[in-house]
């Protein structure tokens, strides 16, 4: 989902031979819970992932995931992030000094904090509920919709307890926070 940026359309051509990929541009920017419903509006897989343009998923992260939800052990999985406070491109071979984003889920905990990071999530497609991202909320966005997920659609949650995405958090970068 293009949330009324720049176009991006060359860069999803140049997939298109190699994924299923459709674009949705949205012709003014809207901000997060828009543009991630527009992306929920227009799913048609079985699995719905997060991934804002500032972050990275790694290369087994959807692998991760999906194993759980094939497996029908789960209806919402997140994996574990590094939180980068520098453009990362790959995990590094040394990432003792970064911070992690990686807890066991707990129902009771998740009431208190948002410990889980967007883009370590992929659940079963919910296009077909109301649960959206409330457009309303300016932050927290997301800690919303995942309680919903498990309140209202009573999803079930399971960690993967392994780094398979990179939440970039960088100081003073516009869209790097």
């Known amino acids: 989902v293009n949330d009324g940026g720049p176009s991006v359309a060359p860069v999803v051509d140049a997939w298109k031979g190699v994924l299923a990929i459709k674009l949705v541009k949205l012709e003014q920017r809207m901000g997060p819970a ?7 509006d227009a799913a048609t897989g079985k699995y719905i992932a997060f991934l804002d343009d500032d972050d990275l998923f790694l ?8 194993k759980l939800l094939e497996a029908d052990d789960a209806d919402f999985v997140y994996v574990g992030a590094l939180v980068a406070d520098r453009r990362l491109s790959s995990l590094p071979p040394d990432h003792a000094e970064f911070p992690l984003k990686a807890y066991p889920y707990d129902n009771r905990f998740l009431l208190v904090a948002n ?19 409330d457009e309303a ?3 927290c ?3 919303d919709i995942w309680i ?7 999803y079930r ?18 869209g790097l926070v």
């Open 148 to 154: 919903a997920l498990t309140r209202t659609l009573g």
């Open 157 to 174: 949650v399971a960690f993967v307890d392994q780094i398979a995405t990179i939440y970039h958090q960088v100081p003073d970068v516009v």
């Open 115 to 133: 410990f889980i990071h967007t883009g370590s999530v992929i659940t079963r497609n919910f296009r077909d509920t109301a649960v959206r991202f």
């Open 141 to 143: 966005e997301d800690w």
């Open 137 to 139: 909320l300016e932050v």
């Open 59 to 66: 290369p087994d992260h959807l692998a991760a995931g999906c």
């Open 34 to 40: 828009a543009a991630r419903n527009a992306g929920i």
